[in-house]
């Protein structure tokens, strides 16, 4: 179990940065975050998460037109922004992924199925993402607030995948920010039965 100051890392004093840092992110550093993140668990290992890291400048002007206004100076000024996208074509590496069970098939036939599938455990693993960065000094804000056909059309057509959200990472300034936002009490959100 983690001691008080890994859940501090991971949730209690975890923050969403609103300005960045000009500290950049290295490559070495994305590598490991995607090892961890590909650790996580998925239904019958099916990983069908992608993701696109954008850290130069053209990639930036290329994204720049698919945000809403009110995320382009926050999304904009992160050292790495990270498109979260899922293959919906993920089954073709089952019998890879998964080889004691004929799983490629029963998605193969079932459009609705494999979409679901993909979409489901492709926000799983963009959720790891979010740990994993936390557990390696990363900040991250999360972005649903952008046109997903114009990032599919301009970084994902030859892919074939699909866009599902954005994660900026890197160094975040935490200097004056405001306090937390209230969150649900286990009564108003759970329910034991």
């Given at each position: 179990?983690?001691?008080?100051?890994?859940?501090?890392?991971?949730?209690?004093?975890?923050?969403?940065?609103r300005r960045w840092m000009a500290r950049p992110v290295e490559t070495d550093v994305l590598r490991r975050l995607y090892d961890l993140v590909s650790l996580g668990p998925t239904s019958g290992n099916c990983s069908p998460a992608r993701?696109?890291?954008?850290?130069?400048?053209?990639?930036?002007?290329?994204?720049?037109?698919?945000?809403?206004?009110?995320?382009?100076?926050?999304?904009?000024?992160?050292?790495?922004?990270?498109?979260?996208?899922?293959?919906?074509?993920?089954?073709?590496?089952?019998?890879?992924?998964?080889?004691?069970?004929?799983?490629?098939?029963?998605?193969?036939?079932?459009?609705?199925?494999?979409?679901?599938?993909?979409?489901?455990?492709?926000?799983?693993?963009?959720?790891?993402?979010?740990?994993?960065?936390?557990?390696?000094?990363?900040?991250?804000?999360?972005?649903?607030?952008?046109?997903?056909?114009?990032?599919?059309?301009?970084?994902?057509?030859?892919?074939?995948?699909?866009?599902?959200?954005?994660?900026?990472?890197?160094?975040?300034?935490?200097?004056?920010?405001?306090?937390?936002?209230?969150?649900?009490?286990?009564?108003?959100?759970?329910?034991?039965?």
């Amino acid at each position: 179990m983690l001691d008080e100051s890994g859940l501090d890392i991971l949730f209690q004093k975890a923050r969403t940065p609103r300005r960045w840092m000009a500290r950049p992110v290295e490559t070495d550093v994305l590598r490991r975050l995607y090892d961890l993140v590909s650790l996580g668990p998925t239904s019958g290992n099916c990983s069908p998460a992608r993701f696109v890291f954008i850290t130069g400048s053209d990639g930036r002007e290329k994204l720049r037109p698919a945000l809403s206004s009110g995320n382009v100076n926050r999304v904009m000024g992160a050292p790495v922004i990270t498109i979260v996208a899922h293959d919906p074509l993920f089954f073709d590496q089952l019998p890879r992924l998964c080889p004691t069970e004929e799983l490629r098939s029963w998605f193969a036939a079932d459009v609705g199925l494999a979409e679901e599938t993909a979409f489901r455990n492709g926000t799983l693993q963009g959720g790891y993402m979010i740990m994993a960065a936390r557990a390696l000094g990363l900040d991250v804000l999360p972005v649903s607030g952008f046109d997903a056909s114009l990032v599919e059309d301009a970084f994902l057509a030859d892919t074939g995948w699909r866009a599902n959200f954005l994660l900026c990472l890197g160094y975040g300034d935490t200097e004056n920010l405001p306090p937390r936002a209230p969150r649900l009490a286990f009564e108003e959100a759970c329910r034991l039965l």
